[in-house]
């Protein structure tokens, strides 16, 4: 990396982070798995941040209905493959960047990504690989960011010592090796995760519940929309920018949300709380369903 290039692209950086921070991200290294929507923003916000070393990963091409969230996405990227579009993007933003670039084969090298890549970013929504992408990140050490599948921006730290979201939240998949998990057992470990956001946030409150329920049963495809989306991959960001300066924010394994409409960030609900909430989630999502 060229030194007069790289203080010159980053200069107005600093003031809000200090030259010695700078350095850490000049030096630092994250792995990003899925560059689409989230992950796309997420890893864009890293190298213009100045981070020196990033890995991206994504077995999908762009589509139309991509165009209406995610950055990389234009009519003349259809069709080619994210990976590739996404990292000759970033090379424009920074010709001297360390890029490694996968494709499907990125879940078959995780044992070298989270061994070389300490911060990871899930820009992924595919259940079994994200599951092997937090346990190998646990056995080398590695911190993941994440967030929900929520109509509210969200961001979640899940440090190497703290459960993962298949034991918290009760997946059906704990001990079952990930190429075994069945399409079943992912459906039903997304609902987990729906019922989560249903009961800790407003999220209820910002969507068409028929269209959600269509989409939890599989009959459309997700949800998006842009500001939500760059905003939660802006969070993801930040929170990968403050460990590897060093810095402590108070996001943790539970994570939080932004509530756009009302101006207020929400927290998990107390245990009492959420679990009452929690029943109510589950009925109301039950009738959804059988509606």
């Known amino acids: 990396m060229t030194q007069d290039f790289y203080s010159e692209m980053t200069t107005r950086n600093i003031g809000f982070i200090s030259e010695a921070e700078q350095a850490r991200l000049k030096g630092g290294a994250v792995f990003v798995a899925g560059v689409g929507g989230m992950g796309g923003v997420a890893v864009q916000m890293l190298v213009r941040a100045g981070v020196g070393k990033i890995a991206i990963a994504d077995l999908d091409t762009f589509e139309v209905s991509n165009l209406n969230r995610q950055l990389f996405a234009f009519t003349d990227t259809v069709d080619r493959l994210k990976a590739e579009v996404t990292a000759e993007g970033l090379k424009r933003i920074n010709p001297d960047l360390d890029l490694l670039v996968l494709g499907a084969e990125w879940t078959e090298r995780l044992d070298e990504l989270a ?9 992924c929504d595919d259940i079994p690989a994200t599951a092997q992408l937090y346990r190998k990140a646990k056995q080398h050490g590695a911190t993941v960011i994440d ?10 730290v899940v440090r190497p010592n703290d459960p993962r979201p298949e034991d918290r939240l009760g997946y059906p998949i704990k001990g079952v ?6 399409d079943e057992q992912a459906a039903d470990s997304f609902m987990k995760e729906l019922e989560w956001v249903m009961t800790h946030s407003s999220s209820h409150t910002h969507i068409d519940l028929t269209a959600a329920a269509e989409m939890a049963a599989g009959k459309r495809k997700r949800m998006s929309f842009a500001p939500m989306v760059t905003t939660a991959g802006c969070l993801m960001a930040g929170e990968a920018l403050a460990i590897l300066m ?12 932004i509530n756009t409409r009302d101006a207020k960030c929400e927290r998990p609900l107390p245990a009492p709380i959420g679990w009452l909430k929690g029943i109510v989630v589950r009925r109301l999502m039950q009738k959804l369903l059988a509606g």
């Open 147 to 156: 967030a929900y599948a929520s109509p509210l921006p969200s961001v979640i």
């Open 246 to 257: 060093g810095r402590k924010t108070k996001t943790d394994y539970r994570g939080w949300f």
């Open 115 to 123: 061994r070389d890549y300490p911060v990871i970013i899930n820009g």
């Open 177 to 182: 090796d990930w190429k075994s998990i069945t």
